[in-house]
C-alpha cells in the first residue's frame, strides 16, 4: 500500500471519528521537515494553531521555537506534531478516546517520517508513546529504545510559561538530545 502525506492530510481532513471534529477551524497535523529524523510530539492544538492550522504556533510554540533554536534545531531539521489534530475545548487535556482515534494518524506520520528519535512534550504524549504511568516531574530526560527508536520526554513549552522555574530541567533535556544527535553524527 503506497503512503504519502497528502493520503494523510486528506484523511484528517474527512476525520469524524470523535466529537473534537465538531469544534474545529482546521485540522492541524504538524509541521517542520517532512524528513526529520527527529519528531517532537505535544498533546493537541491550542487556540492559535486551530485558527491557523498550524503546530505549536502560540505562545508555547514561539517559546519551543526558541528553545530548538538554543540547541541547533529549527522547522528544518525536526517534525512537530500532536497526539490529536484537533484542538479540546478550552484547551483542556484530550480524553483517552479522543487520543485513540487520532493515534493511528500519529502512527501513519510515524511511518512516513521513520524517525531516529521522538520526543514527547508533556506528560499527555508521554504518557500516551512512552509508558501510561509516565510522571513527567520524575522521569523527563530519561531516553528509552523501542524497536530502534529513541524515546524521551521534556516538559510542555506551556507548563514551562506557566512555572519558570522547569526551564532549568528542560534545558538540560534539551542538551542531552542534542548529544544524541551529536553522537549519531558521529558514527555516520
Not at 4 to 22: P, V
Not at 55 to 61: H, L, N, Q, R, S
Not at 104 to 133: S, W
Amino acid at each position: 500500500m503506497e503512503r504519502s502525506w497528502e493520503i494523510l492530510e486528506q484523511a484528517c481532513a474527512c476525520c469524524t471519528k470523535c466529537a473534537l471534529a465538531q469544534g474545529r477551524h482546521h485540522v492541524v497535523l504538524g509541521r517542520g521537515s517532512r524528513t526529520a529524523k527527529i519528531l517532537f510530539v505535544g498533546e493537541g492544538p491550542g487556540e492559535q494553531e486551530d485558527l491557523q492550522g498550524r503546530a505549536f504556533v502560540g505562545p508555547a510554540g514561539q517559546l519551543l521555537d526558541r528553545m530548538l533554536a538554543a540547541v541547533g534545531l529549527s522547522d528544518e531539521t525536526v517534525y512537530i506534531a500532536n497526539i490529536v489534530k484537533c484542538r479540546p475545548p478550552h484547551n483542556r487535556d484530550p480524553l483517552p478516546e479522543e487520543q485513540a482515534a487520532c493515534m493511528n494518524y500519529l502512527r501513519y506520520q510515524f511511518l512516513l517520517l521513520r524517525p531516529k528519535m521522538v520526543v514527547c512534550l508533556g506528560r499527555i504524549a508521554a504518557q500516551a508513546l512512552i509508558d501510561p504511568g509516565f510522571r513527567i516531574t520524575r522521569e523527563h530526560g530519561v531516553f528509552l529504545e523501542k524497536k530502534g527508536v529513541l524515546f524521551t520526554a521534556t516538559f510542555h513549552p506551556s507548563a514551562l510559561l506557566r512555572d519558570e522555574s522547569k526551564k532549568v530541567l528542560a534545558w538540560e533535556d534539551l542538551k542531552a538530545i542534542r548529544q544524541h544527535i551529536d553522537a549519531w553524527k558521529g558514527e555516520q
